[in-house]
Each structure stands twice: as structure tokens, then as C-alpha cells.
């Protein structure tokens, strides 16, 4: 029973210690007038959102590398990149599939 707590709380650790490098930074484009028009928009953040899993992958391994573009247009390369990941993994629609008997 002792061994079962440890393994337990060593593990909801190791899920907190997770998600918290998950944590969001600090952006430092943000208020940066977009001079050049090479910010990421929504066709951007929509083609970063579909490679996302791919991307994840490569930066894991390069410091070049990144999930998410941070010069990008704000709200729509926000709304491109959700809506790209989420037609990526299925979105709500996999949860809504019925079982076949």
C-alpha cells in the first residue's frame, strides 16, 4: 500500500512538473509595429497549427526550431494555429462518432 502512494504522488509530481514547462512566456513582439507585413497571420498560423506535431517533434532535438510563430498578427494567427491543431487531431468530432454495433 505504501508503494502504491509513493508511485502515485511521484507520478501526479511528474504531471505537475509537465504541464508547468508547458507554461506560456512572454512574447517579446508584443506592441512591435509590423513594418514589413512578415507577420504570421491566419494562413500561417493555419499551416503551423496542421505540421504542429511534427514541429514539436524537430524542437525537442533544435534550438532553431519552434512550435509557435512569434511574430505573428495576433488574433487570427491564434485563431489559425487552434483551428489547424484541432483539424489535425480530430477536433470535437471524434468524440461525437458513434460506435458501430
Excluded: Q
Excluded at 12 to 20: D, F, G, Y
Excluded at 47 to 75: A, K, M, R
Amino acid at each position: 500500500m505504501k508503494k502504491k502512494r509513493i508511485l502515485l504522488v511521484s507520478l501526479v509530481v511528474l504531471a505537475l512538473l509537465l504541464l508547468a514547462g508547458c507554461a506560456a512566456g512572454l512574447n517579446p513582439t508584443v506592441d512591435v509595429p509590423d513594418v514589413d507585413g512578415k507577420s504570421a497571420g491566419f494562413w500561417s498560423g493555419l499551416w503551423h497549427g496542421f505540421i504542429s506535431p511534427i514541429t514539436f517533434i524537430i524542437s525537442l532535438f533544435s534550438d532553431n526550431v519552434n512550435v509557435y510563430e512569434v511574430f505573428n498578427s495576433g488574433n487570427w494567427y491564434d485563431f489559425g494555429f487552434m483551428f489547424g491543431v484541432s483539424l489535425i487531431f480530430g477536433g470535437g468530432a471524434r468524440g461525437a462518432m458513434r460506435k458501430s454495433s
